[in-house]
């Protein structure tokens, strides 16, 4: 079975994403570490990426707005590492 790119993209993101939930409730990465919202940023947008090709409307509003959590959680993680 061959799988188009944008599918693997996707599969990718969708696994960056679980691995960054499971490290969480493992607590081998704290949630207000920066990494947590850079990995769920980046699984997200590899989604997207995948969502570009095989559109579907739901998916890419949740996707968005994890983009947008994500970013939040990434300036306020990074501007409370700089106080």
Do not use: T
């Amino acid at each position: 079975m061959r799988f188009p790119p944008y599918d693997i993209a996707g599969l990718a993101g969708a696994a960056v994403i679980v691995a960054a939930y499971f490290a969480n409730q493992q607590r081998w990465l704290r949630s207000d570490d920066w990494r947590f919202p850079c990995l769920n940023f980046a699984g997200s947008a590899l989604i997207l990426i995948s969502l570009y090709f095989e559109w579907n409307s739901p998916s890419v509003v949740i996707e968005l707005f994890w983009i947008a959590i994500s970013l939040w959680g990434l300036i306020k993680s990074l501007s409370e590492r700089r106080h």
